[in-house]
Nanobody
Framework: VQLVESGGGLVQPGGSLSRSCAAS????????MRWYRQAPGKERELVAS????????NYVDSVKGRFTISRDNAKNTVYLQMNSLKFEDTAVYYC????????WGQGTQVTVSS
């Protein structure tokens, strides 16, 4: 099982970043996919989730209207589009697959700084 993340990096406040997470080794289309983040000194937080079919997406209140989660089951990939980024979005972001058991990506730093 692998979840390989890409994207992330350094961006100025108000900017945008796109994240992707490519899955292999399990039946991707059967799993709920999630993005978590963990800021320094804070607990890991669920940011967004999307149902196995992609029909339902949910977000933590702090990112609603700014972040969009999506998936392409033909490509075994989940995405996170992050717009209007704020300083407080700075964190390590993790891709997660869940269906009873769960799998994690390696995590990638997103830094919002001027």
């Amino acid at each position: 099982v692998q979840l390989v993340e890409s994207g992330g990096g350094l961006v100025q406040p108000g900017g945008s970043l796109s994240r992707s997470c490519a899955a292999s080794g399990f039946t991707f289309a059967s799993y709920v996919m999630r993005w978590y983040r963990q800021a320094p000194g804070k607990e890991r937080e669920l940011v967004a989730s999307i149902s196995s079919t992609g029909g339902t997406a949910n977000y933590v209140d702090s990112v609603k209207g700014r972040f969009t989660i999506s998936r392409d089951n033909a490509k075994n990939t989940v995405y996170l589009q992050m717009n209007s980024l704020k300083f407080e979005d700075t964190a390590v972001y993790y891709c997660n697959a869940f269906r009873g058991v769960q799998f994690w990506g390696q995590g990638t730093q997103v830094t919002v700084s001027s």
